[in-house]
C-alpha cells in the first residue's frame, strides 16, 4: 500500500539556522509529491509539488524540496528559518486513481530566538 | 477569494446526536474531499467526490455519509456521533486532474463528548 514517512514528530532549531525536513514515500511508481504547512488553527497551505522534470523544485516563503528517486525521498529545506516558520509541516504523495493524497504524520517544526 | 469555506468551525456534539458539516467552494473545481486529522496520524481522507453526482469511500468511511450536493458543496454527516470521531475535519478541493493540488478550508474541531 502507498504510505509517506515523516520519520521526525518534533524538531527546534535555531532563528538564521538551516532547516531540512525528512519524507521518504513508498509507491508502485514515482508519485506526484507536495509539502503543505499548517499553522496552529489553520488550514493547510501548499508549499511547493514536484510532478516530473528538474528534481530541485522552488516553494513558497523561501521553501525548496529535492526529489530523489533512489531513495525515495522528498525532503523540505530552508536555508535560514525564522520565528514565522513555526508550524506543522506535512509531506503528502498523490495516488492518480481518483486524485487522493496520502498524508505523512507531520513534523512539528519549533523555533527558538 | 473564499477558497474553501467550512462551516460551523467550532462543534460540541453528545454521544449519539447527529450533525452534518458544510463545506463549499468557489473555485469551481470538480473535486471536493473531506479529511480528518488527528494527533501524530496527519491527514486520512473520510470520503471523496471526484466529480459532481459521485462520491467514493476513503480511508476511513465508517460512521460518516457525505452529500454531494451540486458542484460547490460537498458535505459530511454523522448519523451517530461517537467519541472517537472527536477529531478536526477539513475539507479540500482540486480541479480534479491529478497533476492540480488541493485546496484546503480552515477546519471543524468537533468534540464528542
Known amino acids: 500500500a502507498q504510505s509517506v514517512t515523516q520519520p521526525d514528530i518534533h524538531i527546534t532549531v535555531s532563528e538564521g539556522a538551516s532547516l531540512e525536513l525528512r519524507c521518504n514515500y513508498s509507491?508502485?511508481?514515482?508519485?506526484?509529491l507536495f509539502w503543505y504547512v499548517q499553522s496552529p488553527g489553520q488550514g493547510l497551505q501548499l508549499l511547493l509539488k514536484?510532478?516530473?522534470?528538474?528534481?530541485l523544485v522552488q516553494g513558497i516563503k523561501g521553501f525548496e524540496a529535492e526529489f530523489k528517486r533512489s531513495q525515495s525521498s522528498f525532503n523540505l529545506r530552508k536555508p535560514s528559518v525564522h520565528w514565522s516558520d513555526a508550524a506543522e509541516y506535512f509531506c503528502?504523495?498523490?495516488?492518480?486513481?481518483?486524485?487522493?493524497?496520502?498524508f505523512g504524520a507531520g513534523t512539528i517544526l519549533r523555533v527558538k530566538s | 477569494n473564499a477558497g474553501v469555506t467550512q462551516t460551523p468551525k467550532f462543534q460540541v456534539l453528545k454521544t449519539g446526536q447527529s450533525m452534518t458539516l458544510q463545506c463549499a467552494q468557489d473555485?469551481?473545481?470538480?473535486?471536493m474531499y473531506w479529511y480528518r486529522q488527528d494527533p501524530g496520524m496527519g491527514l486520512r481522507l473520510i470520503y471523496y467526490s471526484a466529480s459532481e453526482g459521485t462520491t467514493d469511500k476513503g480511508e476511513v468511511p465508517n460512521g460518516y455519509n457525505v452529500s454531494r450536493l451540486n458542484k460547490r458543496e460537498f458535505s459530511l454527516r454523522l448519523e451517530s456521533a461517537a467519541p472517537s470521531q472527536t477529531s478536526v475535519y477539513f475539507c479540500a478541493s482540486s480541479k480534479g486532474s491529478s497533476n492540480q493540488p488541493q485546496h484546503f478550508g480552515d477546519g471543524t474541531r468537533l468534540s464528542i463528548l
Open positions: 514536484y510532478f516530473s522534470g528538474d528534481t
Open positions: 503528502a504523495a498523490l495516488m492518480t486513481y481518483g486524485n487522493k493524497l496520502v
Open positions: 509507491y508502485g511508481a514515482t508519485p506526484y
Open positions: 473555485m469551481n473545481h470538480n473535486s
